[in-house]
């Protein structure tokens, strides 16, 4: 992939024989399908039920809201022709606010004023999958920019600090829903109905059974747009699930982090989980889950896990505040650039995550496993 195919470099000012751009050459299957997942949303054709205009249209303004005014820019750039101010797009650029600023509020009926609005199944998903993309687009953008030498963000006044969450004991479905972030196992179900199995043609059916995903309602839901969910897995396997750098025990935990910033319960639980077997901590994992809403999440930790839950915290923030003196602190804790470059993906990535499981869907406690004497 070329400078000129390269999105995020050419925004970022990435030079071509910089440390950070060997990092991203290292980490190629992030970068390619990063950029991928950008072309899915972007260059594809402009046909359907989310024209390309209303699409810009809203990445435009979910990149301002984050303060990327660079990648704002670009979206400005290529909209030709404004989309006529219509209850669809009114309903979108709303929805796009909720989903950027809070995601946790989301509820069912959020999806129902959509569909009220002319939004179907498929294209709600495609819109929660702009919002939630553009959304991790602006942190890696920060996160790069910082790592290449930018030294303009001062360090922020008040810290990020953990997010609410619901405190409905029911699911929509009358399931008993967890009542704090924890580390057991939970189910998710989704408030739209997951594409059936059987709608799928034998191809599509190879992609999902390519990565495990047949059976999960996850999935199936997100597979409304196949092309985005393959591209954004094969992001996702690229940034948690590659050789050298960052530890995969610390790669989970910054996702963990993410998670408490955004409010995600279920995500919480399964990356704090990973953290805690893969480190052998777990009670240092468990005080980082407790930590109350409105509270700092950088408290009683080594110095490197500071370092890094600090720095974490700050990049899941809407907008980022992410800044220079906490990648020094990560840098005094000797953090390769290849480290630092997966800090900022492993955080970049849940900004996308959480907000599709939170807004798609809710989390339910399983029943325990019983064992038969």
Known sequence: MTQSQDLLQRLAG???????????????????????????????????EFPLAARLTVAQRVAGWHGEEALAAHYTERLSVSPA???RLSAALAHAELLTFKP???????LRTLGQAGWNAGAIVTLSQLVAFVSYQSRLLRGYRLLDGENGVAAATQPAVAAAWRSEPLTLSGKNAPPAFTREELGWEPWLAAKPLAEFNALEKTTLAKFGHSDSDYFRL?????????QRTLADKGIFFTSGGLPRKERELVAAVASKVNGCIFCASVHARKAAQLSKQPEDVQ???????????????SPRWLALIDFSAALSATPPTAHVQQLDALREQRLSELELVDVIQSAAFFAWANRLMLTLGEPYRTPPLTTVG
């Open 85 to 87: 101010a219509d209850e």
């Open 222 to 230: 997100l597979a409304r747009n196949l092309p985005l969910l393959e």
């Open 14 to 48: 990435i030079a071509a024989d910089s440390p950070l751009a060997e990092a991203r050459r290292i980490r190629e299957a992030a970068t390619v399908h990063t950029q991928g997942s950008y072309d899915v949303l972007f260059n594809s054709d402009d046909k359907g």
């Open 104 to 110: 946790a509020s989301a509820g069912p009926a959020d």
């Open 287 to 301: 005080r980082l889950l407790d930590i109350a809403p409105g509270q700092p999440l950088a408290v009683e930790q």
